[in-house]
């Protein structure tokens, strides 16, 4: 069955500090991935999703990015974080018409 | 384009009462539904799914009816317990319309009290 790892859990970084998330695969081959944004008491907002290597799909104008160097890898990066990029990221991916797997995410807050 | 309306939360309920939490949605296609859980600083976890109209998705007790007449999809379970409190998401996908992306509602949290 499809797993999806996300780390770290929990990240503090300053104003201005760059980040990389990092999201792996494992049991299906290809997938759909997603980086979700869940800020407090709101629901999930999609960030960025990704068809296959090197296609990667903005869903919002903002201060982050996403790469997809292999099949089962996707990361979140910033150059340089604002106070808003706080929340809970998650990554999540799908292999053909398999419903969506998610990690535990990843708890940024921006200091 | 596609949207998730949920009910609003907090929704607060003694051990063993009886659950509902409405969830209505909009497609332009045949979309399939889903509701997920979220136990506190967890991620995601599929509850159940229903993949087209009068399909029912039933899991741990709890389920859910598509309903295209109404385009609703709400989530029951008969009698809840303590360990059931987590924010629960209803998901919609519509595979050819916009790539199969998974459109979320804003989540009800779920507070079962002793």
């Known amino acids: 069955s499809q797993t999806i790892h996300q780390w770290p859990a929990t990240l503090v970084q300053p104003v201005g500090s760059p980040l990389s998330l990092e999201c792996t695969v494992e049991?299906?081959?290809?997938?759909?991935l997603y980086w979700y944004r869940q800020a407090a008491g709101r629901g999930l907002q999609l960030l960025f999703y990704s068809v296959g290597i090197g296609q990667i799909s903005s869903e919002v104008p903002q201060n982050l990015s996403a790469s997809r160097p292999q099949d089962r890898q996707f990361i979140l990066s910033s150059k340089k974080l604002l106070l808003s990029d706080s929340g809970f990221y998650l990554c999540a991916g799908a292999g053909g018409a398999a419903p969506l797997h998610f990690g535990n995410g990843t708890r940024l807050t921006v200091t | 384009g596609n949207s998730v309306t949920q009910m609003e939360g907090p929704v607060t309920l003694s051990e063993e009462a009886f659950l509902t939490i409405n969830c209505t949605y909009t497609a332009t296609g045949y979309p399939s539904l889903f509701w997920y859980v979220q136990y506190p600083g967890e991620g995601l976890q599929l509850l159940l799914k229903?993949?087209?109209?009068?399909d029912k998705g039933s899991n741990k007790g709890f389920e859910a009816t598509y309903r295209k007449e109404t385009t609703s999809f709400h989530l029951e379970k008969g009698s809840v317990q303590v360990s059931d409190s987590a924010v629960y998401f209803c998901a919609l996908s519509d595979l050819y319309n916009q790539g199969g992306k998974l459109i979320f509602g804003q989540g009800t949290e779920l507070s079962v009290k002793p």
């Open positions: 229903a993949t087209k109209a009068d």
């Open positions: 049991g299906t081959s290809n997938p759909n």
